[in-house]
């Protein structure tokens, strides 16, 4: 598999995955609607979006190095054509 192609097939793969995941799911259940706020929410939410920021650098990170290391993408459908151990991956 050529790098375009992988990358293509990783840049679907973020979108449904972990879009369906942290974005349709969460909006399926709540519909985004926020309930009474309590007096500490803005807090929670500044905590929570760094918390969320931090994991979508990982989890982009990841991606691309599935791309660039592994010649592949993360889905099961259409691996990689060599092992990342690289990055984060080397301590796993």
């Known amino acids: ?49 760094v918390l969320a920021a931090a994991g979508g650098v990982v989890l982009v990170a990841a991606f691309v190095r599935f791309v660039r290391e592994g010649v592949g993408t993360p889905a099961p459908v259409a691996p990689t054509e060599h092992l990342v151990v690289g990055g984060l991956y080397r301590y796993v």
Do not use: D, H
């Not at 369906?20 to 009474?36: E, K, S």
């Open 1 to 49: 598999m050529r790098k375009g192609m992988a990358a293509a097939g990783s840049a679907a793969f973020f979108v449904a995955a972990p879009g369906v995941v942290a974005g349709l799911v969460p909006w399926w259940l709540t519909g985004w609607q926020v309930r009474t706020p309590v007096p500490y929410a803005t807090a929670l939410r500044a905590a929570g979006i």
